[in-house]
């Protein structure tokens, strides 16, 4: 008796870890386009007050995860091949074009450049929060039913 509950339980987490592992690429998503709407905010208050070089202003903040590895890659190494998985392949395109055009250019076409991509850069943020939001707790849910329904068929 004690074993069967014992792996109905197992079962269940299992399942449910599964569930919550498929949404990662969700969570992904809405922390990369969290920090690249903040970045690109930081970025042109940068351009309009002080005006330090792109490596000083860089290092003044700490960026995480594939942000701060796709930033990375392009300032130092001039690679602004985006390969992010969860990124689609215009998504992508447009990533490596903003990385590219970092400290290029006099201050004023800078500012008007990323200026341009607040908006979508925001709207990309609010659909990643909202994509997260809804589909994480899908993955749950489905994970955990699923869990369910082959307790159900062993018992």
Do not use: H
Not at 52 to 65: H, S
């Amino acid at each position: 008796m004690w074993i069967k509950i014992v792996i109905c339980i197992a079962l269940i987490a299992f399942s449910t870890s599964i569930g919550y592992l498929l949404s990662g690429k969700y969570r992904a998503r809405r922390k990369f386009y969290d920090q690249f709407s903040l970045f690109n905010e930081r970025y042109l208050n940068e351009l309009n007050y002080a005006r330090k070089p792109l490596p000083d202003f860089l290092k003044q903040y700490e960026y995480t995860g594939d942000f701060a590895k796709t930033i990375k890659q392009c300032v130092e190494k001039r690679d602004c091949n985006v390969k992010l998985s969860f990124l689609t392949v215009e998504e992508r395109s447009a990533c490596g074009n903003y990385f590219s055009m970092l400290g290029k250019g006099d201050a004023l076409s800078q500012k008007s450049f990323f200026g341009a991509q607040t908006g979508a850069l925001e709207e990309k943020r609010a659909d990643g929060e909202k994509k997260a939001k809804s589909r994480g707790s899908l993955y749950l849910k489905l994970g955990l039913l699923a869990g369910l329904a082959i307790v159900i068929l062993i018992i």
